[in-house]
Every structure is written in C-alpha cells, then in structure tokens.
Nanobody
Framework: QLQLVESGGGLVQPGGSLRLSCAAS????????VGWFRQAPGKEREGVAC????????KFADSVKGRFIISRDSADNAVYLQMNNLKPEDTGVYSC?????????????????WGHGTQVTVSS
C-alpha cells in the first residue's frame, strides 16, 4: 500500500505563501496521479489540485486558480503544492492522495491512498 506523508503546513497571514509536500514511501509515485484536498471545520472535503502521473496535466479548483501551483519531482518521490496569496478561506486540513494509473481528478472517491493531512491556518 502506498504511504503518503504531508508536511509544510502552518500559520500564515493573509497574502502569505506556503509550500506543502507530499512524500511517498514503499512505492514510487511515478505511476500515480496525485491530488491535494482540503477540509475546513464543518465542511466537506474538497479537491484543490491534481497532477497526472507524468506531470503533463494539472487541474485546479476555481477558488485557487492563479494562486496555487502543483508539481512533482520523481527524484524526491514527492508532489508539491505551492500556495500563494493565501486567504482565510484557504484554512483547513490539507491531504494528498494517490490514484494508481489514474488521470487525476478533484473527486476524493477516485483515490485509494491517503495521507493523514497537515493543518493550514490563514489568519492575521
């Protein structure tokens, strides 16, 4: 089973930036599409961004387009989420997930391997 561990979360002021990492172990991420999801208190989990296994295609939620960048590094066996111009509504627990041989999607039910998440809080 693919194991994923997120890191990079924290407290940041509005307008600030954070870079989240999703590191894989036990298996290479090269064969997995990877998605980033977030869940705010009292709200459902929502897809934020995803990237195909070869990194040739990405998708973003409308709420983060132009502010977030998703990338992957095969040598690191990791996927990254660069978050810029953060807003209070970006607050939540951010989790990454793997989709074996998938094309990537923003729907949580399409993913089988999940990390435990990292907290992102945007507040002044």
């Amino acid at each position: 089973q693919l194991q994923l561990v997120e890191s990079g979360g924290g407290l940041v002021q509005p307008g600030g930036s954070l870079r989240l990492s999703c590191a894989a172990s036990r298996f290479t991420l090269d064969y997995y599409a990877v998605g980033w999801f977030r869940q705010a208190p009292g709200k459902e989990r929502e897809g934020v961004a995803c990237i195909t296994s070869r990194g040739t295609s990405t998708k973003f939620a409308d709420s983060v387009k132009g502010r977030f960048i998703i990338s992957r590094d095969s040598a690191d066996n990791a996927v990254y989420l660069q978050m810029n111009n953060l807003k209070p509504e970006d607050t939540g627990v951010y989790s990454c997930a793997g989709q074996k041989d998938g094309l990537g999607s923003l729907f949580p039910t399409d993913y089988t391997s999940w990390g435990h998440g990292t907290q992102v809080t945007v507040s002044s």
